[in-house]
T-cell receptor, first 115, second 112 residues
């Protein structure tokens, strides 16, 4: 069974530029999560989708971050414009069903460096 | 706001049992506690999940006291390959919604 795929693996941009990350979850998984993980900290949930609907985006900085899940499968996370403090690893995860008790399967992450 | 607390780091010799505790205030009565392991440059990987008392699988045990204000991940007879960061994940729920909250992680170093 293929795991969660993310691309790119690494991205370096200058502040005020835009960037987009892509995630392909495990086939058949209804729920998709985007996390931000700053060096030395635990992952912080940015947004959670169930199929193509948003379940929780309370910690998503909506003035600069946006996310969508196309047809309930793939997802993209965009930052526009980027700030220095956005430097982090962006993790995508998926789970078979909705709910906090569900086991999450994580991708390898995209490491973003904002200069 | 929900908050979880873990020790920043722990050291252990190979073959010893390691216990990592996570404190989580005010989790609701029907929320699970999950532990993940993370190696450098990888995403977290599921280890174990529990709701109350004790859960055991092939790699770890999870102890949750009756008050559910903390949980302890137990790794029996650790090896060098267990060197990683361990996170607890707690779900805080209420008013029809829930908030997933990871701890800051405990860096376990296994010494030969």
């Amino acid at each position: 069974e293929a795991g969660v795929a993310q691309s790119p693996r690494y991205k370096i941009i200058e502040k005020r530029q835009s960037v987009a990350f892509w995630c392909n979850p495990i086939s058949g998984h209804a729920t998709l999560y985007w996390y931000q993980q700053i060096l030395g900290q635990g992952p912080k949930l940015l947004i959670q989708f169930q199929n193509n609907g948003v379940v929780d985006d309370s910690q998503l900085p909506k003035d600069r971050f946006s996310a969508e899940r196309l047809k309930g499968v793939d997802s993209t996370l965009k930052i526009q414009p980027a700030k220095l403090e956005d430097s982090a690893v962006y993790l995508c995860a998926s789970s078979p069903i909705a709910g906090g008790a569900d086991t999450q399967y994580f991708g390898p992450g995209t490491r973003l460096t904002v200069l | 706001l929900a908050k979880t607390t873990q020790p920043i780091s722990m050291d252990s010799y190979e073959g010893q049992e390691v216990n990592i505790t996570c404190s989580h205030n005010n989790i609701a009565t029907n929320d699970y506690i999950t532990w993940y392991q993370q190696f450098p440059s990888q995403g977290p990987r599921f280890i174990i999940q529990g709701y109350k008392t004790k859960v055991t699988n092939e790699v770890a045990s999870l102890f949750i006291p009756a008050d559910r204000k903390s949980s302890t991940l137990s790794l029996p007879r650790v090896s060098l390959s267990d060197t990683a960061v361990y996170y607890c994940l707690v779900v805080y729920s209420g008013a029809g919604s829930y908030q997933l909250t990871f701890g800051k992680g405990t860096k376990l170093s296994v010494i030969p």
